[in-house]
């Protein structure tokens, strides 16, 4: 039997919100093939295993600030640096492996040492600093001045750093979409994958640019190419609804599939809706339910919502009112308006025992009183809008 209620609207890649300290190493562990490791020597191949630097050189992954593994990476790094003494690349990357646990003096004196040494990613890296005032001393001229100066060397870092600050207008400049695309083509011309991604959402959304569909396109299959796994679900958006090249539901399954193995968790929950709809091949409940379920266990608000209409359906699983009725509450709680609201303003979309295990669930969390007659009255709604996160 077909679901009544309708599919809530697919995801669509959009820019990253720029947060945080070197922001833009966030998705490289996670989402590159890391199978282009400069071939080093001994010890300093450990370094550069735990703690390199993404694209650098291009094409290479690298590891992001987030993803180093604080003690292993400063061991392998101080010993590559005692070997060689006088690689200012790998003071930046023992600078990095400090970062990472929050020894920020050590790696600020530590970049400063690179910086000295005429590295250019110890400048950038240093430049973030002094943008974020990591230390408490913020001085954002001196670190937009150090990243031109590393960019004008011809670093990708520098260069896609600077793009994204003209780009969200930040560290006291104004947005200027002219100059971020400027520097994100530099960027994305030597191989940084991510620029590419976002010059490439910028150019498909018009984001204070002339709409270059087909341009964006060409990117995304650059950075795809490169094993970027944002850019490969973004290439499945984009056959999807036909941007920059005709619509092609295949393409758009081949593309999810291949982003979800990389884990992109929006990704999977498209590519669930595919299977679900029967769109660029057969119809499969069962495989739809497992991209859906493996999304929802990653945090993704449509997935659970749509993995809760699978379960009361008995859709690719067996019926389970009290799976979907969670499904849904989660899916609120996780911010997701449209459950909420058909919720509210559409309650015969939901079965009686949907909504009676709903209640279960509500009174369980001490915010319902009333019967459990499985119909959605003014107190089970008001019960509803009151789940942490929900935003009627």
Not at 287 to 293: I, K, P, V
């Amino acid at each position: 039997m077909m679901s009544r209620r309708r599919h809530l609207p697919l995801l669509k890649w959009a820019l990253p919100v720029l947060v945080g300290l070197v922001p833009f190493h966030a998705r490289a562990a996670a989402n590159l093939d890391m199978t282009t490791e400069p071939a080093r020597p001994g010890d300093i191949s450990e370094c550069y295993r735990l703690a390199g630097e993404p694209y650098a050189p291009p094409a290479y992954s690298g590891v992001a600030i987030e993803a180093i593994e604080p003690e292993a990476a400063i061991r392998a790094c101080e010993t590559a640096r005692q070997a060689e003494p006088r690689d200012a690349m790998l003071t930046d990357l023992a600078a990095r492996a400090y970062q990472a646990r929050g020894d920020f003096e050590t790696a600020r004196r530590l970049y400063e040492e690179a910086d000295r040494a005429g590295n250019a990613y110890g400048k950038a890296n240093l430049a973030w600093f002094f943008i974020e005032g990591t230390l408490g001393e913020t001085d954002a001229p001196r670190g937009i001045a150090m990243l031109e100066a590393a960019a004008a060397t011809g670093n990708s870092l520098a260069q896609y750093s600077l793009g994204l600050i003209y780009r969200e207008g930040r560290a006291d400049v104004a947005p200027d979409p002219g100059k971020a695309v400027g520097w994100l083509e530099k960027a994305a011309a030597q191989g940084h994958a991510i620029a590419m991604y976002d010059l490439a959402i910028m150019l498909r959304d018009g984001a204070g640019v002339a709409v270059d569909e087909k341009a964006s396109l060409s990117w995304l299959e650059k950075a795809a190419g490169l094993g970027d796994a944002d850019s490969m679900a973004a290439l499945g958006y984009a056959y999807e609804q036909g941007l920059g090249t005709p619509v092609d539901y295949g393409k758009a399954r081949e593309w999810y599939a291949r982003a979800a193995d990389g884990q992109q968790v929006d990704a999977m929950t498209n590519l669930g809706r595919l299977y679900e709809a029967g769109e660029g091949g057969e119809r499969d409940y069962v495989r739809a339910f497992d991209l859906y379920s493996r999304a929802a266990e990653a945090g993704n608000p449509t997935a659970m919502a749509n993995l809760a209409n699978l379960y009361e359906f008995g859709l690719g699983t067996d019926a389970n009112p009290k799976q979907a009725a969670y499904w849904l509450a989660r899916a609120i709680m996780a911010g997701n308006e449209d459950t909420l609201a058909q919720l509210l303003t559409a309650p015969e979309d939901f079965s009686a025992a949907v909504i009676e295990a709903l209640q279960v669930f509500l009174q369980g969390r001490g915010l319902y009183a009333g019967e459990t007659d499985g119909k959605l009255n003014p107190e089970t709604a008001a019960a509803l809008s009151k789940l942490p996160g929900a935003q009627p």
